[in-house]
């Protein structure tokens, strides 16, 4: 099996039969009995793998030898196809749940005995149940604060934004800020005259919101577009100089035209930032806890039952601690430790990781950087320059000798460490930190990351299987990016270098799978479908020999995003003994013809045994 680590991390977890019994004692309620017995995990699989042979069945068998009888399940989950990812049983028509885990899995048949009277009983009428989705890579409460701010994702052209923006002044007081995010240039269907590097100056904007600052984030996060009263707050003229690693975009006549590429956009969003500090700390707290529970709302929607959020300060973590004491966490976070300097961190590393804390709701044991920008934006570093821009190869957004400093923190503190590297040379310099970092030692088992590993030369394809470094990507950003990929790249290295999910799995690399979110829609089921068929949104296949096969896109998307955060024995997999993480979908997205896999809708998710959505309405 390719493209997984089951092979060698699913074996250990079929060692551990979790049943579930009532205690014989005086006290009420249950016990939860873990049997790791080898010698009968050895017996079963032989017999798991010939056929429909239920691991249940079996374990009945076993508890009857022990004197003991199967017990009442909280939920059963029955009549469904369970494709479970876990090799032992592949398939089954049946979960049950005690508490927030998975007690058994088998046919409608084997699981019939633990539906007793307090039993939900789920019937699935034959729709698909898989392992709740892993988000491996996305932005967690700033998905939150986009469903807050105007949304201009589905934006199609300049005079639209300039429309949004009018109609969320008029309601603004004056001076109050008004934010934005998600558009992108290359989604409108013309681009006005007088644009500069493709967008528009800020002049119709900014007239018509002369007293309120703007900014509006580019879909890509990589760059923002400010109006006049924001650059003027920011203190944004003709003589200031570009910040380093970013560019204050400016016309032929050298005025800044509103766009900041990168690092510049730091400029105004600090100025935003005083003011919102200036806010009362319970102003400021409950606008942190709306975003933690909109970005929750969304995530359950869709499947998501664990959210890896790419980089978060000390000063969120301690709110998403606060919210886990309080069991206000709406999905399992693994959260990578993000803007604190090398000293801060060398510092306060160790009080901060977190495994599993407050019931397997907060994990903190890794770091986020980030050595380079967006391809979309001109941000990515590359080997050579940009086909559509010969005078650039793209630009460094945080110094690689400090990253290479991070590295030995991570190192010495037994943290992952996962870059964002998106250009080729970003890549190559990442792995070689890497490298260098994990010395004679190799680091194979630190399973550091690269998040999104996007463009690569074909020279460093083989180097994540080598140094065991997992590709931390997003299927959805291949089809989306794809109508300006061949632009920045040119034919040639777009096809041997971009999105190379086929080589990597090939050359044996663990490949995560994400959105990105807000950058891109959080559905799992797009971002499958995008891994699985690869067309962009014009239906033009993008180099489909890169393709993932469905089974591979699933495993992307559970047991390997699993595996990416030491998690592969609790999640992952719809295994005895796991998490009971489980969503519903009302299609088999394994076998629908291609084209219907994106029209697959989320029916239910169940997290830790609690059914936390569920889609009303007609079907
Ligand atoms: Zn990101």
């Not at 397997?360 to 940009?386: C, M």
């Not at 004679?440 to 463009?455: F, L, M, N, P, V």
């Not at 663990?510 to 068929?533: K, L, R, W, Y």
């Not at 029916?603 to 889609?615: D, F």
Request: hydrophobic share 40%; charged share 25%; aromatic share 6%.
């Amino acid at each position: 099996m390719a493209g997984g680590p089951a092979a060698t991390h699913l074996v250990p977890s079929q060692a551990h039969i979790t049943v579930a019994s009532r205690s014989t004692g005086a006290l009420e309620g249950t016990v939860f009995v873990r049997m790791l017995a080898r010698g009968l995990s050895l017996w079963l699989r032989p017999a798991a793998r010939s056929g429909r042979a239920s691991a249940v069945a079996f374990l009945l068998l076993a508890l009857a030898a022990c004197g003991e009888s199967a017990d009442v399940a909280d939920l059963v989950l029955t009549n469904g196809k369970v494709v479970t990812v876990d090799e032992a049983l592949p398939e089954a028509e049946a979960v049950a749940v005690r508490g927030d885990r998975i007690v058994a899995v088998g046919s409608a048949a084997d699981i019939e005995p633990f539906i007793g009277e307090g039993t939900r009983v789920v019937d699935l009428e034959g729709r698909l149940l898989l392992p709740g989705f892993i988000e491996g890579h996305g932005h967690y409460t700033s998905l939150g604060r986009a469903k807050m701010i105007l949304d201009l994702t589905q934006v199609t052209s300049w005079d639209e934004i300039v429309e949004v923006v009018a109609a969320a002044v008029a309601e603004a007081e004056p001076g109050q800020w008004i934010q934005g995010r998600g558009w992108h240039q290359e989604k409108w269907t013309s681009v006005p005259p007088g644009s500069v590097d493709g967008v528009p100056t800020h002049h119709t904007l900014s007239a018509v919101s002369p007293d309120n600052p703007v900014i509006l984030g580019h879909a890509s996060g990589h760059a923002a577009f400010a109006n006049a009263k924001a650059m003027e707050l920011a203190g944004i003229d003709d003589d200031t100089p570009d910040p380093p690693g970013g560019t204050i975009v400016r016309d032929a006549q050298g005025h800044a035209t509103g766009l900041l590429r990168e690092n510049a956009d730091a400029l105004v969003y600090s100025v935003l930032e005083e003011a919102q500090a200036a806010r009362s700390e319970e102003e400021r707290w409950a606008e942190f806890v709306r975003q933690v529970e909109l970005a929750g709302e969304e995530a359950l929607a869709n499947g998501v039952t664990t959210f890896h959020d790419a980089g978060a300060s000390f000063e969120t973590i301690d709110g998403f601690k606060r919210l886990a004491d309080e069991g206000r966490l709406p999905v399992r976070l693994y959260v990578m430790v993000r803007f604190q300097t090398n000293d801060e961190m060398r510092q306060h590393l160790p009080e901060y990781r977190m495994i599993g804390y407050g019931g397997n709701f907060l994990t903190v044991r890794s770091i986020k950087r980030q050595i380079d920008g967006a391809l979309g934006s001109h941000g990515a570093w590359l080997l050579e320059p940009y086909a559509d821009m010969p005078s650039s190869v793209g630009l460094t957004v945080e110094a690689p000798a400090d990253i290479e400093e991070t590295a030995r923190i991570a190192w010495e503190l037994g943290y992952q460490l996962n870059t964002h590297a998106i250009g080729d040379r970003a890549n190559r310099e990442v792995l070689d930190i890497y490298e260098r970092t994990f010395g004679e030692e190799g680091g194979a088992d630190r399973r550091w990351r690269i998040e999104h590993a996007q463009h690569l030369h074909p020279d460093d394809i083989p180097r994540f299987a080598e140094l065991g470094v997992i590709a931390s990507m997003q299927g959805i950003h291949a089809t989306s990016d794809a109508p300006w990929v061949f632009e920045r790249l040119g034919p040639e290295r777009a096809r041997s270098g971009a999105y190379m999910w086929r080589s990597l799995i090939d050359s044996g690399a663990i490949i995560g799978n994400g959105t990105d979110t807000p950058v891109e829609h959080i559905s799992p089921i797009a971002s499958f479908a995008a891994s699985v068929v690869r067309k962009d949104r014009n239906g033009n296949a993008f180099f489909p020999e890169q393709r993932m096969t469905r089974e591979e896109a699933l495993r992307s998307y559970t047991i390997n995003n699993a595996y990416m955060a030491f998690e592969e024995d609790i999640k992952g997999s719809i295994t005895p003994g796991k998490l009971a993480d489980l969503v519903v979908l009302d299609r088999d997205i394994m076998t629908v013809s291609e084209d219907e896999i994106d029209d697959a809708q989320v029916v239910m998710t169940v997290l830790g045994g609690q059914i936390r959505y569920e889609r009303t309405g007609g079907e």
